[in-house]
């Protein structure tokens, strides 16, 4: 009987972040591929397109005129699935028709008023622009909602319909289900250890256990994290214990932008395509749940792509994963090891496109 090894035997992994397992079968990866591949991603995309409406001077669809902005823009969605007033809701006690009042609203931000650009294609004062805003967003929201979600939703086969470089915000007055889950193991690791989780698991893969970690400047870390459920996940956390994005210091915000240009480099590097994911920010709860102790929580980015093989063969979640729980074929070890070994050089740049 051969001696177990996790990069070859199937496994489960625990994330105790979400409190629950997901399985790891390293040698599915063997196996030919005949199913579905996705079409690849348009290369052409106009610097300035008269029929996109995130582009500056452009009507939408409301009749509203985006303003000719030269940085980062904010708006009200115009198809927001959150609306700021609304009548309450009077419940009532039959447990199984539970339903309660939800109200909010939804931002889009521009990251930048050229189609044809991409996070890892802008500069990094461009990018730290974006990083202002987002702070400026979280912070102007969270005055009013419990919860204020940043999301990115980057490429078609994410769903994303509009090739302009931009991301969502949803603010919530109630607190979503991810983050729900997140507060209560966070809250229970911390008062059993008397330190924040993440705080605890950055030290020991920085230090202990570095086959995960791919990249790391004087303020923050970019790993897979050993949790992983899609085939290239990966995690992006301070150092130091910052609940959240008003917690940032300025050099910090500084280190995060040169950082994002330089994962979000090797993701497009990895099979040289504007890599497709979706992304968002975790912090410390808002609004009501802002005057509690939020100490157990510290922030981070989470960032979960589709592909598996190439850049037309993706993962998909059916089956079991929808049924029993998650499963991944390549394991957060080789994974990490293949994002490690990509150049930090943009592919594109390379190749003299701009």
């Not at 009501?288 to 510290?298: G, L, T, V």
């Amino acid at each position: 009987m051969a001696s177990f090894d996790t990069q070859e035997h199937q496994h489960i992994r625990y994330n105790p972040l979400k409190a629950d397992w997901v399985l790891v079968s390293p040698h599915r990866m063997k196996r030919p591929w005949k199913g579905q591949v996705e079409k690849p991603e348009e290369n052409s995309i106009p610097r300035f397109d008269p029929n996109n409406p995130l582009c500056p001077g452009v009507t939408r669809s409301n009749g509203q005129i985006t303003p000719n902005y030269e940085s980062t823009y904010v708006f009200t969605n115009d198809f927001p699935a959150l609306l700021e007033e609304g009548p309450d809701y009077e419940s009532h006690d039959n447990p199984l028709f539970r339903c309660a009042s939800a109200k909010g609203t939804c931002k889009v931000m521009c990251f930048h008023p050229h189609s044809d650009l991409t996070l890892p294609l802008m500069t990094p004062s461009e990018i730290r622009a974006v990083i202002d805003m987002w702070v400026e967003i979280y912070a102007d929201l969270g005055k009013k909602y419990d919860w204020v979600q940043i999301f990115e939703n980057r490429g078609a086969v994410m769903g994303c319909s509009n090739p302009h470089p931009h991301c969502q915000v949803w603010a919530s007055s109630f607190m979503p289900n991810e983050p729900a889950i997140k507060d209560r193991t966070q809250r229970e690791y911390y008062q059993k250890h008397k330190v924040p989780m993440l705080v605890d698991y950055v030290k020991q893969e920085i230090s202990k256990r570095t086959e995960r970690v791919l990249l790391e400047n004087e303020s923050w870390v970019w790993l897979v994290p050993y949790w992983a459920v899609w085939p290239y996940e990966t995690m992006l956390l301070p150092k130091r214990h910052v609940p959240s994005l008003t917690d940032l210091t300025d050099a910090e915000k500084t280190a995060l932008a040169d950082i994002m240009k330089k994962l979000l480099t090797k993701y497009d590097n990895l099979f040289e395509v504007s890599f497709p994911y979706s992304m968002g920010w975790h912090g410390a709860p808002t609004g009501s749940k802002a005057s509690q102790d939020n100490n157990h929580w510290q922030l981070h980015a989470l960032y979960f792509p589709p592909l598996l093989r190439s850049a037309t063969v993706k993962k998909f979640m059916v089956g079991y994963e929808m049924l029993a729980q998650a499963q991944r074929d390549l394991t957060a070890e080789q994974a990490a090891q293949k994002l490690r070994d990509l150049p930090d050089f943009h592919y594109k740049l390379q190749s003299g496109e701009k």
